[in-house]
């Protein structure tokens, strides 16, 4: 329980925002927070807990967004049946780049990743008869709970923050399960596991899959909230850099990491777009230019993340109190 | 029939290009074993390197090679010194993420300086068609391979009969037995680094009459070199100039069957095919460790 008081400190200060403030610009950074966090979380069931390091996430963020918006626009179907769909599909293929890729480790998983989510791109960028193309789709805005249309920011809210809460979940069932005690000794030495009689393989493939299915759900919602899929955006290399950018962040295998991590790179984002969107939009790519080189300063002298840091820092402290 | 030349012609100048990007990659593994994320835009620098020169100053492409080595070759030793020296020795996690992040970083630079634009290099030569027989191509292609063989040869002949190329591959094949032989590692690691950044900024250099510049114009291309290197076999130079031209074909023919606006899709799936049924690479095993194959 110790384990989750960030965590709840962190969400109930999320419910009780809309409380507070009524701020369209707070809660619409505050929704972003919660959702480009969740989408890392969902990342690092992969690449945190399984050691499976993907650059290519935003092949399946971009499979629940399409599905989404498809769903809606072409066959005037409930968004929340495009999730499902999309989470499905995103299982599939999660299976399989996962066992397909399951042999290569490191930087060859990245490459392979990268490769799966260029392929979706140019199929959903030329495959016009379905997917329009590289014009991209609009998602019609259409009021009501079932076709998930809220005229307010607050139900978002307490949507994208069940969501949170429940990837947040998936993680610490991870950090306190058989499946997830097994899935740290894959990461740690998979010859030492193996000879355990750990199923290597299937688990790193289940952890893909997993991994690809909450991603997807997270790329339904936001396309619902923002209105519009564009593929070049959606299955982007920056978009897949991004999801590993706030894990890394915030801590690699850490159940509460991508949110932290989320909230500081997402909040830099909203403050650098509101700061330069008026006078020099051309500018606004600055904000990816400072995620690079954040990335190269946190895993050169932080590789543990800020989660893993302040740990250390409080237990050092105890441990001086005591003394 | 009539197309089998052309296509077998396509193919040699192609790979000719393809194999001097991929040297510079897999010496950069071969002896730092690291995986370079950021090699397609040391390309893109070069492009726009190219593309500046042509629009400012009007000066041809070839004139900007002779700057382009000395220039590339600083930026090696200063990238070198400021994000690769920390990491050579760390973690593949920390390797991949230092080189994505400079990646990101460089791409968007690009992008903030120069807009997203496409921009082209247009030269005389590049407009200049010559016929040998049924098989047509322009003189920049060939020129540009012809320099790219050169600079491969030379570098394939610097590694292997000088004393610096000696060390480096001794540094390659046993970093433990160098160091006690008293090879400093640390100069070795710049060295190979700043070369490959060399090679793959003289590629931008010449592929820029050929395609068009933008700021995220080095993906394609580098994860194409990514399948030659691990087809040619990891740190291996003359399978990485074997794998270029078998990746030439492949594209080649996919184009002439397909059209050229799937042929991304044939590089990625191949790709793909390549890590999953022969991440060894077709004629070694060099390397192969690295991928747990």
């Known amino acids: ?323 | 029939m009539g197309a089998v030349p052309q296509l077998i012609v396509s193919t040699v100048l192609l790979g000719g290009i393809y194999a001097l990007i991929a040297v510079g990659l897999t010496l950069i593994f071969g002896i730092m074993r690291v995986v370079n994320f950021a090699h397609g835009e040391f390309l893109m620098l070069g492009m726009y390197l190219a593309f500046w020169s042509f629009t400012l100053w009007g000066l041809d492409p070839y004139v900007i090679l002779l700057v382009a080595v000395p220039l590339f070759f600083a930026i090696g030793l200063l990238t070198y010194a400021l994000v690769m020296r920390g990491v050579v020795k760390a973690s593949h996690n920390v390797q991949i993420f230092t080189t994505v992040g400079l990646s990101t970083a460089l791409q968007n630079a690009a992008l903030v300086a120069w807009t997203g634009d496409f921009r082209f290099v247009r030269p005389w030569h590049s407009g200049v068609v010559i016929r040998i027989g049924e098989a047509a191509f322009n003189l920049s292609q060939v020129v540009a391979f012809l320099v790219a063989v050169l600079f491969t040869a030379a570098l394939v002949a610097f590694m292997k009969w000088t004393r610096a190329g000696r060390i480096m591959r001794a540094t390659a094949q046993d970093v433990e037995a160098a160091t006690l032989m008293g090879i400093d590692t640390d100069r070795v690691y710049r060295l190979a680094w700043s070369i490959g950044l060399v090679c793959v900024g003289i590629a931008g250099v010449l592929m820029s009459p050929l395609y068009s510049v933008y700021p995220t114009a080095g993906l394609q291309f580098v994860l194409l070199a990514y399948v030659v290197v691990v087809l040619g076999g990891l740190g291996d130079m003359i399978g990485a100039l074997l794998g270029s031209l078998i990746v030439a074909g492949v594209e080649v023919l996919g184009s002439y069957y397909l059209g050229s606006a799937w042929k991304e899709v044939i590089y990625f799936v191949l790709f793909i095919a390549v890590l999953v049924f022969r991440p060894a690479g077709l004629f070694g095993q060099r390397g192969s460790e690295t991928l747990g194959a």
């Open chain 1, 1 to 323: 329980m110790k384990r989750d008081v960030p965590a709840l400190v962190l969400f109930g200060l999320a419910a009780l925002a809309p409380v507070v403030t009524r701020d369209g610009f707070l809660l619409d950074s505050l929704i972003l927070i919660l959702l480009w966090g969740a989408v890392s979380g969902a990342w690092n069931v992969a690449g945190g807990y399984a050691g499976q390091v993907s650059l290519g996430h935003s092949a399946f963020f971009g499979l629940g967004a399409y599905s989404a918006a498809l769903l809606a626009t072409r066959w005037n179907q409930s968004p929340w049946l495009g999730l499902l769909v999309g989470a499905l599909l995103a299982t599939v293929a999660g299976l399989v780049i996962g066992y397909l890729a399951n042999r290569l480790k490191g930087p060859y998983f990245g490459l392979a990743t990268i490769a799966f989510s260029q392929v979706l791109l140019i199929l959903a960028s030329r495959w016009r008869a379905v997917t329009s193309g590289s014009e991209g789709i609009p998602v019609p805005f259409r009021p009501g709970f079932a076709t998930l249309g809220f005229q307010s920011k607050i139900p978002w809210v307490y949507l994208v923050l069940t969501l949170a809460i429940g990837i947040y979940l998936v993680a610490r069932y991870l950090e306190t399960s058989r499946p997830g005690y097994q899935l740290a000794g894959v990461r740690e030495d998979e010859d030492a596991a193996e000879a355990l009689g750990i199923p290597c393989r299937r688990l790193k493939v289940a952890a893909v899959a997993a991994s690809a299915a909450l991603t997807s759900v997270c790329g339904g919602l936001w396309a619902q909230y923002v209105g519009f899929v564009d593929p070049f955006y959606v299955f982007s290399v920056d978009l897949s850099v991004r999801f590993a950018l706030n894990s890394i962040i915030g801590g690699l295998g850490t159940a509460i990491g991508p949110f932290v991590g989320s909230l500081l790179i997402t909040s830099l984002e909203t403050y650098l777009r509101a700061t330069f969107s008026d006078f020099k939009a051309g500018l606004i790519g600055i904000y990816l230019i400072i995620y690079g080189c954040l990335l190269i300063v946190v895993v050169r002298f932080v590789p543990q993340g800020l989660v893993g840091w302040i740990g250390e820092r409080l237990r050092a402290m105890g441990r001086y109190a005591r003394a």
